[in-house]
């Protein structure tokens, strides 16, 4: 099933209540946007879409503004593909969320394990690059 994103791009929803994915591919890597929730119905979903990005051998961007729930399921996944990122000597990089998945990631100390920040602006300046072409892709 696809859905229709701003700008008439299409979007396909990994669980279509639950959790929507599209990434980007920009120079220095690609941004995936995760919406909806993470938990452990969804969470399979979200970490193959990482570990397929991670494959590409590029940095990736996980841009969650727009996750609304995040259990320690979805946390296992991100520290678990940040691990493999880093494996492959690629940058892995959480963005800022609403402030109760926020608030779960700064209780669990994740910003210590990872890279975490509030835009993908700042994402992309740990990467090195300021501006983008992007790409939009659907997963």
Do not use: N
């Not at 959790?19 to 120079?27: A, F, G, I, Y």
């Not at 920040?117 to 994402?123: G, Q």
């Not at 690059?129 to 992007?134: I, S, V």
Request: proline share 5%; hydrophobic share 40%.
């Amino acid at each position: 099933m696809c859905v229709k994103a701003k700008g008439g791009s299409d979007v396909t929803p990994a669980l279509p209540e639950i959790l929507q994915t599209w990434s980007e591919d920009v120079p220095s890597g690609s941004i995936l946007h995760v919406l909806g929730e993470v938990d452990l119905s969804s969470a399979p979903s979200l970490q193959t879409v990482l570990m397929r990005l991670i494959g590409r051998g590029r940095s990736v961007i996980v841009d969650c503004s727009e996750l609304q729930y995040l259990d320690m399921k979805g946390i296992h996944v991100l520290e678990d593909c940040h691990e493999r990122a880093e494996q492959l000597g690629q940058r892995f990089v959480l963005v800022g969320s609403v402030p109760s998945v926020h608030k779960i990631l700064m209780i669990i100390k994740l910003h210590e394990r990872m890279p975490v920040v509030d835009t993908v602006a700042e994402a992309l300046a740990i990467l090195g690059q300021e501006g983008t072409a992007p790409r939009l892709h659907t997963s």
